[in-house]
């Protein structure tokens, strides 16, 4: 159902952007974002944006993590610029349904900050 990809390695104040490509319509989707997990932590919030186009983020992240999406491409992406070592994550496209409120899962894609 979602697919993600674009982790790898940064140096810090770098930049990567990972997309999540959806099957099917991503407007069949209440929300779509992104959560990280860092070793040893638990799994977070970073960015989310609803099916009306309304945007939410991590304290965390904000001013340097933009979420958007390419309706036509049904994928949602995440801009992340100024990275510091403590992004360092395996980052999980999510997605709920609009009607049922399922959780949909992609699969991680790593991303590591070098300082």
């Known amino acids: 159902q979602l697919q993600a990809s674009g982790g790898g390695l940064v140096q810090a104040g770098g930049s990567l952007t990972l997309s999540c490509a959806a099957s099917g319509n991503i407007f069949s989707y209440n929300t779509m974002g992104w959560y990280r997990q860092a070793p040893g932590k638990q799994r977070e919030l970073v960015a989310t944006?609803?099916?009306?186009?309304?945007?939410n983020y991590a304290d965390s992240v904000k001013g340097r993590f933009t979420i958007s999406r390419d309706i036509a491409k049904t994928t949602v992406f995440l801009e992340m610029n100024s990275l510091k070592s403590e992004d360092t994550a395996v980052y999980y496209c999510?997605?709920?349904?609009?009607?049922?409120?399922?959780?949909?899962w992609g699969q991680g894609t790593l991303v590591t900050v070098s300082s």
């Open positions: 999510y997605g709920r349904k609009l009607f049922s409120n399922r959780d949909y």
């Open positions: 944006i609803t099916n009306g186009g309304s945007t």
